[in-house]
């Protein structure tokens, strides 16, 4: 029989107490029944859902299930197959794994459906898309999801062989407290022909926001820790035609685009899409 949510999450906490730490006090914390508390009385109880809270209140971030969804239905129809694919090969097969701004989840789901992973956690400070993460029923047992801060992370230090960073926000200096010495971080971003077609399509009369340019990105990855791979991944994605749509709805791409320019779309849209992606292994310095 299938366990809820809630009692998967205790198991989990009761497995691995010592995967985190209080993000307030920075101290040890213990597993008590369905809740995480430290020294200082900080507690952090289990949802009916399984996951952890790990905020001080809710933070607005934009990203909701409108985009979730979507984004999610193109990652399980396959549009990075071959980014996870290169994922896979670069993770060990004893590791703890985490994965930064995991949002609905589909990156890690998918990476389970190639091979099982020993433990994984997936953290995102969108509460939607962590309630919509636990709907995943493929994964291990040892997997935990969580509402978090990547500026301050609730985890001990050296406690992950891998951290996963897919086209999210990066602070370099946590993820080099909870990443284990020999640990590598794994960061995918975007390169400058990446849903080209959709930027054009959104914003036709508007050339600045046709481009993109990750020169910056990559400096301060540079800066900051030691790459000891890259790979260039440059492919074109036939979208299925029940998820033509959902390309529309499946990124911060369309926040300024007018509704006229939408429905337009709607009526045309996109069959093919340029995913142009730069792949990055990189060590403590």
Request: some cysteine.
């Amino acid at each position: 029989m299938t366990l809820k949510k809630i009692e998967q999450g205790r198991l989990f906490l009761a497995e691995n107490p010592a995967l985190f730490r209080c993000p307030f006090c920075h101290s040890d914390v213990k597993q008590q029944a369905y809740s995480l508390s430290c020294e200082n009385n900080h507690r952090f109880d289990l949802s009916k859902k399984g996951t952890l809270f790990f905020l001080k209140q809710n933070h607005q971030s934009g990203y909701d299930e409108e985009m979730f969804l979507p984004r999610g239905r193109l990652i399980r129809g396959g549009m990075y197959q071959p980014v996870l694919t290169v994922i896979r090969q670069w993770l060990g097969a004893q590791e703890k794994v985490l994965d930064i701004g995991c949002g609905e989840g589909s990156f890690l789901a998918e990476l389970e459906n190639i091979a099982k992973i020993p433990l994984t956690v997936g953290f995102d400070i969108a509460k939607e898309g962590v309630y919509l993460a636990t709907n995943h029923n493929n994964l291990a047992q040892q997997h935990f999801w969580c509402v978090a801060d990547l500026t301050n992370l609730p985890f001990a230090d050296n406690s992950f062989q891998r951290i996963l960073n897919i086209f999210s926000p990066s602070h370099y200096q946590e993820f080099q407290r909870v990443l284990a010495d020999e640990g590598e971080l794994i960061k995918v971003i975007p390169g400058k022909e990446y849903l080209k077609e959709l930027r054009q399509a959104f914003y036709p009369e508007e050339k600045a926001k046709q481009h993109y340019s990750n020169e910056k990105v990559l400096e301060k990855l540079a800066e900051k820790m030691t790459i000891v791979e890259e790979q260039q991944l440059t492919y074109s994605f036939a979208i299925p035609e029940t998820l033509r749509l959902d390309l529309l709805e499946m990124s911060p791409l369309e926040w300024g685009v007018s509704q006229e320019r939408k429905a337009f779309l709607r009526e045309h849209p996109l069959k093919e899409i340029t995913i142009d992606v730069h792949l990055l292994r990189a060590k403590k310095k």
